[in-house]
């Protein structure tokens, strides 16, 4: 397998889902990472407009994604001079499964005189320094887990609490391209519930119902960083947040709500 999704040579909205995209919680059902991508590799070419660049990307979810056929559509639906709202929808063959809607703005041409002291700093420890024997809590020989390259700075799948972790796509999300950052941070995002996971993976569940990604600058080159960490509740409502970052710094944040559950 070359990706995650390949196209359909008959219909540019039409993906074929592989086997990379498989989830820890079924062995039907995707990992919420790479079809999040994908929408964002549909979004970031709807409509494309020189000088604009996505800031914010939320993500719903619906229902579980089969590992099956999907059908992407993105439109503009708020235009602006400066700032617009796109929307993009993909679906199954029973229906619509995962939901976005992105923020596109003005970049500043020329760049702002910014002061220093504003600008955000502070970084971690590049991806050549974390453990590379991380296990990820899936008895499945293909999926999201092995087509990913984790690094753990602190933290573990094993070790309860928060984490700071590098990922880096083996594969592109879509056959024949090259992953955008936007799709890069999207896919190791969604993941941030899982390697900053408080509760015991094989006694509760801990699902996310969305994802919202902000990114004040676009990550550059392949690895990102998560400082993750999750805030569980008892009263079965969940909450994991990330910093993100790439070699150079930080780039945004992430957040996620959680539905918890006994298994």
């Known amino acids: 397998m070359d990706a995650y999704y390949l196209p359909d040579p008959a219909n540019p909205n039409r993906f074929e889902s592989t086997e990379l995209t498989r989830g820890p919680w079924s062995p039907h059902a995707q990992h919420a990472g790479p079809p999040s991508a994908l929408l964002a590799h549909v979004i970031e070419r709807c409509e494309p407009r020189d000088g604009f ?21 993105a439109r503009v639906v708020r235009p ?6 796109l929307e993009a929808t993909l679906s199954s063959d029973q229906g619509p499964v995962l939901k976005a809607t992105a923020w596109r703005l003005r970049q500043a041409e020329p760049e702002l005189e910014l ?8 970084g971690h420890p590049g991806p050549e320094t974390g453990n590379e024997e991380a296990h990820f809590p899936s008895d499945q020989p293909i999926g999201y887990h092995t087509s990913i390259d984790f690094r753990f700075l602190t933290g573990d799948f094993a070790e309860p609490g928060p984490a700071v972790c590098w990922f880096r796509l083996r594969q592109p999300i879509v056959a024949g391209t090259s992953p955008s950052p936007w799709e890069r941070t999207l896919a190791a995002a969604d993941a941030a519930s899982g390697v900053s996971a408080t509760l015991d993976w094989g006694r509760y569940l801990f699902i996310n119902t969305d994802l919202t990604v902000t990114l004040h600058r676009e990550p550059v080159d392949e690895w990102i960083c998560l400082d993750a960490v999750t805030y569980p509740d008892r009263g079965g409502i969940g909450l994991a947040e990330s910093r993100i970052y790439d070699e150079k710094g930080a780039v945004g944040r992430s957040v996620q709500t959680l539905l918890l559950a006994n298994r």
């Not at 619906?62 to 059908?71: D, E, K, M, R, Y």
């Not at 002061?115 to 502070?122: A, D, K, Q, W």
Request: proline fraction near 17%.
């Open 53 to 73: 660049r996505i800031g914010r990307i939320a993500v719903e979810i619906l229902g579980p994604v089969p590992i099956a056929p999907l059908t992407v559509e």
């Open 80 to 85: 602006g001079r400066s700032v617009e709202m």
């Open 115 to 122: 002061p220093p002291e504003v600008l955000p700093t502070g």
